[in-house]
């Protein structure tokens, strides 16, 4: 059987849409081959002005603020505004400009999930198609959008897994506050290589993560732009008053753009915050005061405590360290005795990377340790694998460090165990840490290391089953805290209200009226 060649017309007869496949009759096999490609209809050039160009192709008159967003030339630009206030449409029209202005643009687009980020680009879609601009998709991804100039607009589903390989010049995070902290640290690494931007956009929710960070840092590198329901007056005041009914937390977050814990949270960040000793602050610190005779009591010396949490696979080491020191506040005009009142102040804060193996802590603790000279005490979480660094330390610690290994359980009381453990609930130890922050009594310097970490971490608790809220947040900073402030209340119970304190064991006590704990 023969095949008889097909006679192709010459390219200039054919419509411009038109291909035209051709067969070899040489070789017998099928070759396809593009006769002619469709004319993309070439943009009118945008005119200088963003503001103008949104107005007149877009149909999107935006409003002051709106345009302060579509002006910003910001390398690094976040929204913290209510819901409906148009945060994606004003970066959809702002994205679409910057990918008409400058061919081959990458720009990605994150949010809690791949469908919340398809809204983004069908807006996007949306402002395209009022600019009879013709597109596709993306080779290979499913929710993407190609522009005549090369220009690609990409949704990346929220996992770590679809961060491997991409880059960008523009990163957007649409509703970030919901956007999981590990998955943004793998994503942003998006712009590392090309120095791209990254706009992130979103109503505020809880008071850590990094949306949260990155509203409140203080380095000056992000524009932010901060709006709430008040600016939006087409909004249903008869909607907004039954969602204020209804929630007043969740209206508080979602309208008024208030960064506030979960109903179930330990501890709010205003609560942390409050321990934190500004530089030049000298106000007095703690909770029962305690007056000495001259003569008849010694004030005792201060005393140290460092706590270590050792982690798991996926949990860091922690070690954490206060000291307790007594604080004179002068003379009582009654009783001619020095008023002094006992106070915590976190010394040090350090956290482990994840993964970091039990030989490498160990020698991390021991040099951490070799820098103490003064008699301390070390309690160390000796759950899980602690038992092998508990004996190793046992064996290697010198004669001021005295070793107090701790079982955290679930139960209720405090217990005695066998080799020297101690077996203490995790509900007690935090309370005792978080009434301790409530009266007072302990307090963190600014400037100290790690003290960001403790606070995230802090805020993160769940008041249901006192562990963190999400699978992917940590506590082992705050155990190590926590270990050290249950330790240092074991030996000085006035660093709690109405708690009679260690020395009153070696003198007389006499209480007169409303004052504790006299010393006389």
Known sequence: MQYEPLQCQSPTRLPATTPKVCLNAANRNYSSQIIALPTPTTPTEAPENIVEWATAKLGFTPTAKQAEILESDAKYLILCCNRQWGKTTTIAAKALYAGLQTPKLKIVILSRSKDQASLMLAKIAEFVAALLLPTRRVLGQSHSLLLPNGTSFCAVPHTISTTYGRTANVFIVDEAAEVSDAVYRAASAFVGHTHGKIWLLSAPTRQSGFFFNYWHDLSGQWHRVFSNVHDCPDIDPDFLAMEERADPIAFSRNFLCQFTPPANRLCSREMAMAILLQKGDDRPCGAGIVNYLRGAAAIPAPRKYIALDLGQRFDHSAIAAIEVTWRHLGRDPYLFTEQY????????????????????????????????????????????????????????????????????????????????????????????LLMTMTVGSIICEEGTPGWDIFVSELVELSGATTHPAGGAMHDDLVMAVTLAVHAAVRDTPSLLPGQPSEPETKTRRTQYGHQPNRLL
Do not use: C, W
């Open 341 to 432: 009142q006992a106070q915590m102040r976190i010394t040090s804060l350090h956290r482990f990377p994840v993964g970091l193996s039990y030989e490498k802590t160990y020698e991390l603790v021991m040099e951490r340790l070799s820098q103490e000279h003064q008699n301390l005490e070390l309690i160390v979480d000796a759950g899980g694998p602690g038992p092998p660094v508990v004996d190793r330390l046992r064996a290697s610690l010198p004669s001021h460090i005295v070793l107090k290994p701790v079982i955290i359980t679930g139960g209720k009381g405090q217990n005695t165990l066998t080799g020297g453990y101690i077996g203490i609930p995790r509900r007690s130890l935090l309370s005792t």
